[in-house]
């Protein structure tokens, strides 16, 4: 019940908050993909409700084998209320929904009404849950329930004390059986629906076998039965084949059998498996020992070296009749998804199915004194089910091309498209080579052994309780374990504690049966020996089911109070053995004591798990910190020191005394975990414990050690993002940046933690832009921005400026600006991209909030320059004029002055006197020297500039083509052969600039330096 109301977010459960489990914590609780209920995984529900289910039913069934009178007596009341609730839930859904979607059309016709106050979509699903809930729909609903329920127990009551346990039986069953059926749905466990159609398929025959006198005698309840077991079936099945209204989660029946992840995982862990178990086939590697040899051998499958299953089903899938056959079943499952006419057929087909063979079992009786009806009703039986589709079979073998054309492998034979199938595995998710892999084939053929002489026992025993109601009791729980059988071939029921408690229960009941159902044995035998009807006389009918006769019969088996006290017998037997009883219960004790501790270390790895993970929530605040985590620590010591073989336990203990920075002894512990286990997870937390000692002690030795575990780690998992990301990383800052993108990459393929993955596009694309390869560069650090890293958003604006994309540049440089509104590399490359964009207006508002004072020098040489670059050179010289009423002496606005006169008002002679004025405020520049003697040269002054370019050769013979302007001006022609301009700041020449101590890598490492 608690699955249920996980799945539908019912009081308390919904996808924001459980009471149990978070949305995330457990696999499988993605948006309540599936439900879990207390188990913590949908798979390991689905394990216990399957074998729990056959059980359920068996309590419902065997409540009318106790007693005839009871069952008939109320045969009629409970088939009409059968009809009379189908009927009335039928007319309320109908009429329900019908009001339901007047109110949302009419929510949806006012909110498009003009002028009305706008309606959003939460507001109208309010109003929607509250006309839902509203008197006229729930309150006859609730009244007619109450009424119904009234007349029924008031029917009941006179019969109530007699029949108790018969009723509770009935109720408690089919409570729990309908309960279970349907939150087996909302698992989404194939593996559990599979089982469960094997459960009921093996009870019926079970039943048709050792009990079909109940089935005779109560075919009319059998009928109904079976018949709301349809209704409900197909309803469920329409329910959650594909999301809807109803199925409100992102899980489907259509998406589950439409994803083979499982599948093709499951097959490789099979082949990792059996190379395992080729080591020692004989006597296995011992308990627990899979967990360590599995990643070692599933590295050697990355590498090819084998395959076994894999290469025999593509070759098998290969041939035609195969092929077809897949082609086929996919064919008609997409027909019954697209088609509503096949859904139909196909809900016949299932009700023709189960209400035939049903009807086969009940009047087997019947039908057999006649033999050739017999075979007729079971041939015309057959034909019903099997002609149809082997007809549409046979037609679709007879297709030239295939439906889907599966001719290549169904896996490939390239090792690296299994990479995304990769996992830690423990177990093998198959109890059978589980068990060879572990104790050998001995063990596997006592394993097998076991469950042989189970059911044999429990065939014997059914075959002695002739006319006991615990015989469909026995079959519940000899179909449990069927259902557990059936799991055992893709997961592992054997090895979790609830389904092992319903086969603890089995195994007791059937192998102590002689002594627990002595009597009834006897009994059974005295009756049939009664009963032994003399070869002369003709037998006469086993059973008169009129409900006339019977209402004055006695029940099928009386089940009579327990004795008030201890026979004499057994009193005496008991004291005789007293000292045997005392050593066998010693030893139960004794033998209890390590699984005992196993389970209490359990426990207190699991305390101490969550104390670690909740302590991530109060990260910042050290002192709580510390004290959560040393409480967690406690408990993981507690666990260690109670089963000392654990290695999950060893290793959460090494990964807690690295979060605490205690490097040496996390290292330690992890060393100790790795002689149990070889997983991923140890490699990698040994890495960062060596890579942490690296950062503290600056040794090499730490950080190749850590560089080989992360390499481990990766081996035994490819698709392991975090050690791929630290390899990228020391590779980066190792300068190998090909390598380091190769591992970028690669983490981000198997990332499924958005900021592992941010971080990696991150920094594949600063390797990139070391690189030089702009185009990759800019599509990384893309993906990057679109994440929402920072620090990104101003390398890529920087990048996308550089390449002309002033629009793509605008809003990343913009993030940039609110990210760091003191960085002026950023309002540089802003105003220049609005520039570009001739948005001045926007470039005034960066300027002014550069500048919130507007009265600095810098900001009227900002506002100046913006409008020299606008061509509107007047309103820039007023603007710098202002400037130089205020800052006359200032280099910038006097520079920007000189050159706006010489590059765009042809005025030289007035942009050489600001040019001499820089001269003096900056004897020691030799850019504005230069500048003064291109002003001098422009106006025909060519003996003063060479004189001044002289001055300039003296000083720095190298300044970039000084010879040939000395020469232009020697020959007095220079205007017509070289053109003279002045350099600007941002023009500076590149020899200038690498002389200046600026060159590219300087910058480089300044630009994209990791904060």
Same mark, same amino acid.
């Given at each position: 019940?608690?699955?249920?109301?996980?799945?539908?977010?019912v009081?308390?459960?919904?996808?924001?908050?459980?009471?149990?489990?978070?949305?995330?914590e457990?696999?499988?609780?993605?948006?309540?993909?599936?439900v879990?209920?207390?188990?913590?995984?949908?798979?390991?529900?689905?394990?216990?409700?399957?074998?729990?289910?056959?059980?359920?039913?068996?309590m419902?069934?065997?409540?009318?084998?106790?007693?005839?009178?009871?069952?008939?007596?109320?045969?009629?009341?409970?088939?009409?209320s059968?009809?009379?609730?189908?009927?009335?839930?039928?007319?309320?859904?109908?009429?329900?929904?019908?009001?339901?979607?007047?109110?949302?059309?009419?929510?949806?016709?006012?909110?498009?009404?003009?002028?009305?106050?706008?309606?959003?979509?939460?507001? %109208?699903?309010?109003?929607?849950?509250?006309?839902?809930?509203?008197?006229?729909?729930?309150? #006859?609903?609730v009244?007619?329930c109450?009424?119904?329920?009234?007349?029924?127990?008031?029917?009941?009551?006179?019969?109530?004390?007699?029949?108790e346990?018969?009723?509770?039986?009935?109720?408690?069953?089919?409570?729990?059986?309908?309960?279970?059926?349907?939150?087996?749905? %909302?698992?989404?466990?194939?593996?559990?629906?599979?089982?469960?159609?094997?459960?009921?398929?093996?009870?019926?025959?079970?039943?048709?076998?050792?009990?079909?006198?109940?089935?005779?005698?109560?075919?009319?309840? $059998?009928?109904?039965?079976?018949?709301?077991?349809i209704?409900?079936?197909?309803?469920?099945?329409?329910?959650?084949?594909?999301?809807?209204?109803?199925?409100?989660?992102?899980?489907?029946?259509?998406?589950?059998?439409? /994803?083979?992840?499982?599948?093709?995982?499951?097959?490789?862990?099979?082949? $990792?498996?059996?190379?395992?178990?080729?080591l020692?086939?004989?006597?296995?590697?011992?308990?627990?020992?899979?967990?360590?040899?599995?990643?070692?051998?599933?590295?050697?499958?990355?590498?090819?070296e084998?395959?076994?299953?894999?290469?025999?089903?593509?070759?098998?899938?290969?041939?035609?009749?195969?092929?077809?056959?897949?082609?086929?079943?996919?064919?008609?499952?997409?027909?019954?998804?697209?088609?509503?006419?096949?859904?139909?057929?196909?809900?016949?087909?299932?009700?023709?199915?189960?209400?035939?063979?049903?009807?086969?079992?009940?009047?087997?009786?019947?039908?057999?004194?006649?033999?050739?009806?017999?075979?007729?009703?079971?041939?015309?039986?057959?034909?019903?089910?099997?002609?149809?589709?082997?007809?549409?079979?046979?037609?679709?073998?007879?297709?030239?091309?295939?439906?889907?054309?599966?001719?290549?492998?169904?896996? /490939?034979?390239?090792?690296?498209?299994?990479?995304?199938?990769s996992?830690?595995?423990?177990?093998?998710?198959?109890?059978?080579l589980?068990?060879?892999?572990?104790?050998?084939?001995?063990?596997?053929?006592?394993?097998?052994?076991?469950?042989?002489?189970?059911?044999?026992?429990?065939?014997?025993?059914?075959?002695?309780?002739?006319?006991?109601?615990?015989?469909?009791?026995?079959?519940?729980?000899?179909?449990?374990?069927?259902a557990?059988? %059936?799991?055992?071939?893709?997961n592992?029921?054997?090895?979790?504690?609830?389904?092992?408690?319903?086969?603890?229960?089995?195994?007791?009941?059937i192998?102590?049966?002689?002594?627990?159902?002595?009597d009834?044995?006897e009994?059974?035998?005295?009756?049939a020996a009664a009963?032994?009807?003399?070869?002369?006389?003709?037998?006469?009918?086993?059973?008169?089911?009129?409900?006339?006769?019977?209402?004055?019969?006695?029940?099928?088996?009386?089940d009579?109070?327990?004795?008030?006290?201890?026979?004499?017998?057994?009193?005496?037997?008991?004291?005789?053995?007293?000292?045997?009883?005392?050593?066998?219960?010693?030893s139960?004790?004794?033998?209890?004591?390590?699984?005992?501790?196993?389970?209490?270390?359990?426990?207190?790895?699991?305390?101490?798990?969550?104390?670690i993970?909740?302590?991530?929530?109060?990260?910042?605040?050290?002192?709580?910190?510390?004290?959560?985590?040393?409480?967690?620590?406690?408990?993981?010591?507690? /666990?260690?020191?109670? %089963?000392?073989?654990?290695?999950?336990?060893?290793?959460?203990?090494?990964d807690?005394l690295?979060?605490?920075g205690?490097?040496?002894?996390?290292?330690?512990?992890f060393?100790?975990?790795?002689?149990?286990?070889?997983?991923?997870?140890?490699?990698?937390?040994?890495?960062?414990?060596?890579?942490?000692?690296?950062?503290?002690?600056?040794?090499?030795?730490?950080?190749?050690?850590?560089?080989?575990?992360?390499?481990?780690?990766?081996? $035994?998992?490819?698709?392991?993002?975090? #050690?791929?990301?630290?390899?990228?990383?020391?590779?980066?800052?190792?300068?190998?940046?090909?390598?380091?993108?190769?591992?970028?990459?690669?983490?981000?393929?198997?990332?499924?933690?958005?900021g592992?993955?941010?971080?990696?596009?991150?920094?594949a694309?600063?390797?990139?832009?070391?690189l030089?390869?702009?185009?990759?560069?800019?599509?990384?650090m893309?993906?990057?921005?679109?994440?929402g890293?920072?620090?990104?958003?101003?390398?890529?604006?920087?990048?996308?400026?550089a390449?002309?994309k002033?629009?793509?540049?605008?809003?990343?440089?913009?993030?940039?600006?609110r990210?760091?509104?003191?960085?002026?590399?950023?309002?540089?490359s802003?105003?220049?991209v609005?520039?570009?964009?001739?948005?001045?207006?926007?470039?005034?508002e960066?300027?002014?909030?550069q500048?919130?004072?507007?009265?600095?020098a810098?900001?009227?040489?900002?506002?100046?320059?913006?409008?020299?670059?606008?061509?509107?050179?007047?309103?820039?010289?007023?603007?710098?004029?202002?400037?130089?009423?205020?800052?006359?002496?200032?280099?910038k606005?006097?520079?920007?002055?000189?050159r706006?006169?010489?590059?765009?008002?042809?005025?030289?002679?007035?942009a050489?006197?600001?040019?001499?004025?820089?001269t003096?405020?900056?004897?020691?520049?030799?850019?504005?020297?230069?500048?003064?003697?291109?002003?001098?040269?422009?106006?025909?002054?060519?003996?003063?500039?060479f004189?001044?370019?002289?001055?300039?050769?003296?000083?720095?013979?190298?300044?970039?083509?000084?010879?040939?302007?000395?020469?232009?001006?020697?020959?007095?022609?220079?205007?017509?052969?070289?053109?003279?301009?002045?350099?600007?700041?941002?023009?500076? #020449?590149?020899?200038v600039?690498?002389?200046?101590?600026t060159?590219?890598?300087?910058?480089?490492?300044?630009?994209?330096?990791?904060?």
């Amino acid at each position: 019940m608690y699955g249920i109301l996980q799945y539908y977010r019912v009081a308390g459960t919904n996808h924001n908050y459980d009471p149990l489990f978070g949305v995330g914590e457990v696999i499988g609780n993605t948006d309540r993909k599936r439900v879990f209920s207390f188990f913590g995984n949908p798979v390991f529900l689905g394990v216990y409700l399957d074998a729990a289910l056959p059980i359920a039913f068996a309590m419902f069934f065997s409540s009318f084998s106790a007693g005839a009178r009871w069952a008939h007596k109320y045969e009629k009341l409970i088939l009409r209320s059968q009809i009379i609730l189908l009927a009335f839930a039928i007319v309320y859904s109908f009429v329900f929904m019908g009001i339901a979607n007047s109110s949302v059309n009419s929510l949806i016709e006012a909110s498009k009404m003009p002028g009305g106050a706008a309606v959003t979509d939460s507001k %109208v699903s309010d109003l929607i849950t509250s006309a839902g809930s509203t008197s006229f729909i729930i309150a #006859p609903v609730v009244f007619a329930c109450l009424l119904f329920g009234a007349f029924f127990v008031y029917q009941a009551v006179p019969y109530w004390q007699e029949h108790e346990k018969q009723i509770y039986r009935m109720a408690n069953g089919l409570f729990s059986f309908l309960a279970i059926f349907v939150c087996i749905f %909302v698992t989404f466990t194939r593996t559990a629906w599979i089982a469960t159609a094997a459960s009921l398929f093996f009870f019926a025959i079970y039943i048709l076998i050792y009990a079909h006198d109940l089935i005779y005698a109560y075919r009319k309840w $059998i009928i109904s039965f079976t018949i709301v077991f349809i209704l409900a079936t197909i309803f469920l099945t329409v329910i959650y084949f594909k999301p809807n209204q109803l199925n409100t989660g992102t899980e489907s029946i259509a998406g589950r059998f439409t /994803s083979s992840f499982t599948v093709l995982q499951r097959i490789m862990l099979y082949d $990792i498996t059996l190379n395992v178990i080729k080591l020692n086939p004989i006597f296995g590697h011992g308990f627990g020992t899979f967990g360590k040899f599995y990643p070692e051998h599933q590295a050697k499958f990355y590498k090819g070296e084998f395959r076994y299953l894999i290469d025999g089903i593509n070759s098998f899938f290969k041939n035609a009749i195969p092929n077809k056959s897949i082609n086929f079943v996919v064919w008609c499952f997409e027909k019954v998804t697209t088609s509503r006419f096949f859904q139909f057929l196909m809900m016949c087909y299932f009700i023709v199915f189960i209400m035939g063979g049903m009807l086969l079992i009940i009047y087997y009786k019947d039908i057999e004194r006649r033999v050739s009806h017999v075979k007729g009703a079971v041939a015309a039986y057959l034909m019903l089910i099997i002609l149809p589709v082997l007809a549409v079979f046979l037609k679709f073998l007879t297709v030239k091309k295939s439906y889907l054309g599966i001719n290549e492998n169904i896996m /490939s034979i390239n090792p690296q498209d299994y990479y995304w199938l990769s996992a830690g595995f423990a177990h093998v998710h198959n109890e059978y080579l589980q068990v060879w892999s572990d104790i050998g084939i001995f063990a596997l053929f006592l394993f097998m052994y076991t469950f042989f002489d189970y059911f044999y026992r429990g065939s014997w025993l059914l075959n002695r309780l002739k006319n006991s109601p615990d015989r469909v009791i026995i079959i519940g729980y000899l179909c449990a374990v069927v259902a557990m059988l %059936v799991e055992s071939l893709a997961n592992f029921p054997f090895q979790r504690i609830m389904p092992i408690l319903i086969a603890c229960v089995g195994f007791a009941m059937i192998f102590n049966g002689r002594r627990i159902f002595g009597d009834q044995i006897e009994n059974a035998q005295a009756q049939a020996a009664a009963d032994t009807v003399p070869e002369n006389l003709q037998p006469q009918r086993a059973y008169n089911y009129n409900l006339r006769d019977n209402l004055n019969d006695e029940p099928l088996f009386d089940d009579h109070a327990a004795p008030a006290s201890m026979p004499r017998e057994q009193r005496e037997h008991l004291k005789q053995n007293l000292s045997f009883y005392a050593v066998v219960s010693v030893s139960v004790l004794v033998l209890n004591y390590f699984p005992a501790r196993y389970v209490l270390g359990n426990v207190d790895l699991k305390s101490g798990h969550t104390f670690i993970s909740q302590a991530q929530m109060v990260r910042n605040e050290e002192e709580k910190f510390r004290i959560i985590v040393n409480e967690g620590l406690r408990y993981l010591e507690r /666990s260690v020191s109670r %089963v000392p073989y654990n290695s999950e336990a060893i290793f959460w203990w090494g990964d807690t005394l690295k979060l605490l920075g205690r490097y040496d002894e996390a290292i330690e512990k992890f060393n100790r975990a790795l002689g149990f286990t070889s997983t991923k997870h140890v490699f990698y937390s040994r890495g960062i414990a060596f890579f942490e000692k690296f950062k503290l002690e600056n040794k090499e030795e730490f950080m190749e050690q850590a560089k080989q575990d992360w390499k481990r780690a990766v081996e $035994i998992n490819p698709n392991f993002p975090q #050690p791929l990301f630290h390899l990228g990383y020391h590779e980066f800052h190792g300068g190998n940046f090909k390598q380091a993108i190769s591992y970028f990459k690669e983490s981000i393929k198997w990332d499924n933690n958005e900021g592992l993955a941010s971080e990696s596009y991150k920094f594949a694309g600063i390797a990139a832009y070391y690189l030089k390869d702009d185009t990759e560069a800019i599509s990384l650090m893309s993906e990057a921005y679109k994440r929402g890293v920072r620090g990104v958003c101003k390398y890529l604006g920087g990048l996308l400026l550089a390449k002309r994309k002033y629009e793509e540049a605008l809003p990343c440089l913009e993030d940039a600006l609110r990210e760091n509104p003191k960085d002026k590399e950023v309002y540089a490359s802003l105003i220049n991209v609005c520039q570009k964009l001739n948005m001045t207006d926007r470039a005034l508002e960066i300027i002014g909030a550069q500048h919130p004072s507007k009265d600095s020098a810098d900001y009227f040489h900002s506002v100046g320059r913006l409008y020299a670059s606008s061509k509107n050179f007047d309103r820039a010289l007023i603007e710098l004029g202002k400037g130089l009423e205020k800052y006359p002496d200032d280099i910038k606005i006097n520079e920007e002055v000189g050159r706006i006169y010489f590059d765009d008002k042809k005025n030289y002679q007035l942009a050489a006197t600001f040019f001499e004025k820089l001269t003096k405020l900056e004897p020691a520049n030799l850019r504005t020297l230069y500048n003064l003697g291109a002003c001098h040269f422009r106006t025909g002054n060519f003996e003063k500039a060479f004189e001044v370019w002289s001055e300039i050769k003296k000083r720095d013979p190298k300044f970039p083509n000084i010879d040939a302007y000395i020469r232009s001006a020697e020959r007095k022609s220079g205007t017509d052969e070289i053109k003279t301009t002045v350099i600007a700041p941002d023009a500076v #020449p590149e020899a200038v600039e690498k002389a200046s101590g600026t060159g590219e890598t300087e910058s480089k490492n300044t630009f994209f330096k990791y904060q």
